[in-house]
């Protein structure tokens, strides 16, 4: 679908930077990536909530709840996880543009993909946040079934079973969710955020 010659961008009177002054930090997305079971809604949401805790203006999005709505009408092909990401980079871009720290809980497969949404938003907003989790372990939390049913033949171009997952090169931030617990990984997110001047 081309876009339409009869549209033209609209600059918003606020601007980013006093949005930004008012909350206290700057906006930016937080891009957790990793293997289905990793743990990367559960870090999210744990980020999320002490960023709260601390009066930022923040906010989650997971890869089930955008595919329940915005992106309800894309499967899982790699043309159709190509395009989940392209939109959930555009949405991410709008939060961070309006001030937010938004974290999205996307397995999101692809360097190029990731690549793309970092090229969306001006540097030094996009943190990549890898968690690395073995397969193996991500098999044994299963805590959708999908594994199971993806060695079965059931579901098709599974990452990790049937479908690549590039790791990647140079994260931000990387977690390993199988020898931290929860707070300690949100914790290095946390961590982060404070020492690159994030969150002031």
């Avoid at 906006?27 to 559960?42: E, N």
């Avoid at 938004?102 to 692809?110: D, K």
């Avoid at 805590?143 to 931000?172: C, M, N, Q, W």
């Amino acid at each position: 679908m081309n876009k339409s010659e009869n549209i033209v961008w609209y600059e918003q009177i606020i601007k980013q930077s006093d949005r930004e002054k008012k909350n206290g930090h700057k906006g930016l997305i937080l891009w957790f990536t990793g293997l289905s079971g990793s743990g990367k809604s559960t870090l999210a949401v744990e980020v999320e909530k002490q960023l709260f805790e601390r009066g930022c203006n923040t906010y989650t999005l997971d890869g089930d709840n955008v595919r329940h709505g915005l992106n309800k009408n894309l499967d899982f092909s790699p043309e159709g996880r190509v395009e989940n990401i392209r939109r959930i980079g555009e949405v991410a871009k709008l939060f961070a543009d309006a001030g937010l720290i938004v974290c999205t809980a996307f397995i999101s497969p692809y360097k190029r993909d990731r690549d793309s949404v970092r090229q969306l938003i001006d540097e030094g907003r996009f943190v990549e946040v890898f968690i690395d989790c073995p397969l193996a372990e991500c098999e044994k939390r299963d805590p959708k079934g999908l594994y199971k049913k993806a060695r079965k033949g059931e579901i098709a171009d599974f990452t990790g079973v049937s479908a690549p997952y590039e790791i990647p090169e140079r994260p931000e931030i990387t977690v390993n969710t199988s020898l931290e617990t929860v707070e300690r990984s949100a914790g290095k997110v946390l961590e982060y955020l404070d020492k690159q001047g994030y969150l002031s």
